[in-house]
């Protein structure tokens, strides 16, 4: 064993899949959480970049590879804290990643699932998700807009 073999293990333990307590999860949320095993749904690139633009603001502090496991729907729900008033810039976030995401067609289900880790309903989503980018937004959140589109930038 190299010390790959163990950072890989250390790797597949982290970002094991959890079933615990999600039962009531939608069929296609837990299909694709299979793929996931599989094939990573964001990339590297835009995890990094979600992750120095998000980590410690709008998520309490997690690790990288945590937060990597997280984005690609491989981390327990317990594991994840959104931080307080950070509902609608998450939301965006959330909105601007699925763009990302190949093929397009798990973009949804991805959103159902990343939602659920984060305690968020697709009502309030749906409702919320571009209110960042609208005419009235607060200065923070043009800021956080911007720092977004800069990270997405930064990982094409």
Known sequence: GSKDDGDNRCYQ????????????MNEGVLLLKEVAKLKDIVSL?????????????????????DFFCFLNLKLPKE????????????????YVVSQTIVPADFAKTWIEGILDLCGISYEYYDKHRKDVVSI???KNNREFKEIIQEALERST
């Open 13 to 24: 333990n982290r970002c094991q899949t959890f079933t615990k307590g999600e039962e009531h």
């Open 45 to 65: 690139g835009v995890c990094v970049s979600i992750f120095q633009t998000c980590n410690g603001k709008q998520f309490k502090n997690m690790p990288a590879s």
């Open 79 to 94: 594991k994840v804290t959104t931080l307080s008033g950070e509902k609608q810039r998450i939301c965006y976030m959330i």
């Open 136 to 138: 009235n937004t607060s």
